[in-house]
């Protein structure tokens, strides 16, 4: 049996809409030719594919030079899927470099990008099949659409804009908000009626298990999107997790009232 639609629909932006998986390993090489100073600046073949691969390790953009500099060192994949943490500390601890200088250089590759050439920025940067048509369909319907996303808002605009998206009912809340998504969805759930239902899409499940600790938030319905930055080994979890519902590609192209029973949660 299906059910109704919700009256808010929070999606995540990377990872859930759009891919940047290519912006982020054209960020992490620059950031790791500057730091280590390697004799050749082109990365070698395979490289990008391996990135691509372990991306979703990562919880915070500083580690991104570090999983090129271990990738590159011979760590094998399967190592860094299972032992990354380890792996990131030990790493920066033996090559001498602090988090705080890492985020700086990537925060500085990436703010000298944007300034340099946004276009380029933005074109490294592609939505998932079917996404485009589907936020459209959902902007014409009674549920409200709202983004919730660490990556600035103008940036989230000017992609959505690249496709002619109708922004009249789309509400974007980004990295000028400042604040963990689970506090971003209990300001939002203390906006609407004591009746009305939440649904919120993120590929993390480090963040949806945050949302999940909160009390406040326990009617809010949560969904991995298994498409976005994240492992098997997470989805496996979430699969056995009855408070999150586990989304594929297909079936978030499908109308909202089919997602629950069609989704994989148990």
């Not at 789309?170 to 209990?186: A, D, F, N, Q, S």
Request: charged share 25%; glycine share 4%; hydrophobic share 40%.
């Amino acid at each position: 049996m299906s059910v109704l639609a919700p009256t808010v629909l929070a999606l995540d932006f990377d990872g859930v809409l759009c891919n940047g998986m290519k912006e982020y390993f054209q960020t992490s090489w620059r950031a790791y030719c500057n730091l280590w100073q390697p004799d050749e600046t082109s990365p070698p073949d395979g490289l990008a594919e391996q990135f691509y691969r372990t991306r979703p390790v990562i919880e915070t953009g500083w580690e991104m030079p570090l999983l090129v500099r271990s990738l590159l060192l011979g760590t094998s994949e399967a190592e860094i899927l299972l032992h990354w943490t380890t792996i990131a500390k030990q790493q920066a601890v033996k090559d001498g470099m602090e988090a705080a200088q890492l985020a700086a250089e990537v925060d500085g590759v990436r703010d000298r990008w944007i300034k340099r050439d946004v276009e380029s920025w933005l074109a490294e940067q592609e939505f998932y099949p079917g996404i485009i048509p589907q936020l459209k369909t959902w902007l014409t319907s009674d549920t409200e659409i709202i983004i919730i996303s660490t990556k600035e808002g103008r940036f989230i605009q000017q992609l959505l804009q690249q496709h002619h998206v109708d922004f009249t009912k789309l509400k974007i809340l980004g990295k000028e908000v400042k604040r963990p998504k689970p506090e971003t969805l209990r300001s939002l759930r203390s906006e609407q009626a004591s009746n009305a239902t939440f649904w919120f899409v993120e590929d993390r499940l480090q963040t949806l298990q945050a949302v999940k600790q909160q009390a406040d938030l326990a009617d809010v319905k949560l969904f991995l999107a298994e498409w976005g930055y994240n492992t098997q080994p997470e989805r496996d979890l979430a699969a056995h997790d009855a408070q999150i519902y586990v989304l594929s590609l297909q079936h978030f192209s499908q109308p909202l009232e089919t997602w629950i029973t069609e989704s994989s949660a148990l």
